[in-house]
């Protein structure tokens, strides 16, 4: 199912790139001519858009025709063809670099998201992604990260408490940052989780002795201090690692026991997919 605003960011795609008309297409190509083209795959990952593509193609020109061969969150291989689509040359034309745009991203998150989902396999970890988005792009990117096997943190300012450290420096301390928080909570009828942030196991200690919130952040433990500070923290909240979280060490901190990891990495330096769209 597409996000919530995908129909009105498509309009808007279309709108940036075809400005007063492709000229090129329009020149060069009949109005009458039908065509086909096939979505070649020429990298090794996870695929995801094509649910997207198919909603910019029929948003463009609804007598497009696809004929899917795989879904969001196939594993693909160099070779492989996701889909063919057939109708209007110039539609498909047009139509070819938004929808290969969105989907090399999209499946670029994806198959970052896989790999470190792989990385975490039987610790009872879950990875999630981060506020580290393309603006006005955030819904794709964590559904992608959905379709890669993560699982998606706040979507925005407006749906938890996240009590970071500039937060917690601003309002005089860990305590004074959740009473106030709590208080506001409580003021305006709102039933929001609250998360703080904590950055060494002396705040974890004053997150505890102060309580009411329902997750805490280790941001840049290492390893060693996770586990201690996990331990500690036993079964009373949420656990939540984060800040420079690699590939290389993410399976060290999931084995702490921590509930979750938080990659940035999945959305903000992700390299594309190589993908291509090729007539028939």
């Known amino acids: 199912m597409l996000p919530t605003g ?5 309009e808007l795609a279309l709108r940036e790139d075809i400005g007063d008309g492709d000229h090129t297409t329009l ?25 997207l ?16 061969f795989l879904q969001d969150g196939a594993s693909v291989a160099k070779g492989d063809v996701a889909f063919t689509i ?12 938004l929808m ?23 610790t009872g ?5 981060t506020r580290k988005t393309t603006p006005a792009l955030r819904a794709i990117e964590k559904w992608a990260v959905r379709i890669g096997g993560g699982h ?9 408490v996240m009590i970071k450290d500039n937060h917690v420096d601003m309002a005089g301390g860990i305590p004074q940052a959740i009473a106030a928080a709590r208080a506001y909570l409580t003021q305006h009828g709102l039933q929001l989780p609250i998360e703080v942030e904590t950055r060494s196991v002396a705040e974890v200690e004053q997150v505890l002795a102060t309580g009411g919130v329902q997750r805490i952040m280790l941001d840049n433990f290492t390893p060693d201090n996770m586990r ?32 979750y990891v938080s990659v940035g990495a999945l959305t903000h330096s992700v390299p594309s997919l190589d993908l291509s769209l090729k007539a028939l």
């Open 53 to 68: 593509a198919q909603a910019i193609a029929h948003r463009l020109d609804p007598d497009l025709h696809f004929k899917v």
């Open 6 to 10: 995908t129909e009105a960011l498509i």
């Open 86 to 97: 057939m109708g209007s040359s110039r539609s498909i034309l047009i139509a070819e670099r």
């Open 100 to 122: 290969l745009n969105f989907m090399q991203r999209m499946s670029g998150i994806a198959t970052m998201t896989h790999r470190f989902v792989q990385a975490v396999e039987g």
């Open 228 to 259: 201690i500070a996990v331990r500690h923290i036993g079964r009373q909240y949420e656990t939540e690692a984060s800040g420079g979280i690699t590939l290389a060490t993410v399976r060290s901190y999931a084995e702490t026991g921590v509930d």
């Open 27 to 51: 020149s060069t190509i009949p109005a009458e001519a039908r065509g086909a083209a096939r979505l070649l795959v020429k990298d090794q990952g996870i695929l995801a858009g094509v649910e």
């Open 152 to 160: 998606n943190h706040r979507h925005g300012l407006y749906d938890m």
């Open 125 to 129: 970890c879950r990875v999630l992604d």
